[in-house]
């Protein structure tokens, strides 16, 4: 009788055991199955891309202002202006140059894009007479989606292009004579865009 009944539970728990182990093998099988927000296994992130949007990029590049040339500022614009519309634009800049003769500011998208804008300004009033803005993109589709984007804008605002090129925009309208370039090489992706007065008059009439 004793053996019969150690028998009957070995037999309960080796049955108890086997049970519990498959459990565990389904469970370590569906959380297999599920992978992590930014898994490797998908190459992007949680945001599902690793490209910004034309518009918003556009839209960071100008300022949230029609004022002036771009982002509030306009040709004659003194430094102290210029610091003070980059302090409370909407999307905030980082100075990363300062010098006599121009201030740059950069920004950095969440898809690790980057833009950099420079003012130039006159040697004696230090007055802004020149804005460059250098845009370094992840991908030639971005570049071209962004490169239409802009194409469009500046049509509006500057009337039909000087010059259409492939890889060579040029606008010319007071108070401003716009140029737009691609500047990518191999899988270094970009645009570089020019803003320079129309004229002279257009320094003058700001220095009265």
Not at 10 to 24: E, I, K, R, S, V
Not at 59 to 65: F, Y
Not at 93 to 106: A, I, K, Q
């Amino acid at each position: 009788m004793t053996h019969s009944t150690t028998l009957r539970y070995f037999l309960l728990a080796t049955l108890l055991g086997y049970a519990l182990a498959d459990c565990q093998t389904k469970t370590d099988t569906s959380e297999d199955l599920t992978l992590p927000t930014d898994s490797p296994a998908t190459g992007k992130a949680a945001n599902g891309g690793i490209n910004s949007t034309p518009s918003d990029l556009l839209k960071t590049i100008v300022g949230d202002t029609d004022e002036g040339i771009i982002r509030g500022i306009a040709f004659g614009d003194p430094l102290s202006k210029v610091r003070a519309a980059e302090s409370r634009a909407a999307q905030t800049f980082e100075m990363f140059e300062d010098s006599l003769r121009h201030v740059g500011y950069t920004f950095e998208t969440d898809q690790l894009e980057t833009i950099d804008v420079l003012y130039y300004f006159t040697p004696e009033d230090r007055l802004v007479e020149k804005i460059t803005v250098d845009v370094y993109l992840n991908s030639e589709q971005t570049t071209r989606k962004l490169w239409q984007t802009a194409k469009k804008r500046f049509t509006g605002q500057y009337g039909a292009p000087l010059e259409d090129k492939p890889r060579h925009l040029s606008w010319k309208k007071a108070p401003a004579r716009v140029t737009m370039d691609e500047v990518s090489e191999g899988k270094d992706y970009g645009l570089k865009m020019v803003f320079v007065p129309a004229d002279k008059t257009v320094m003058a009439i700001n220095f009265e």
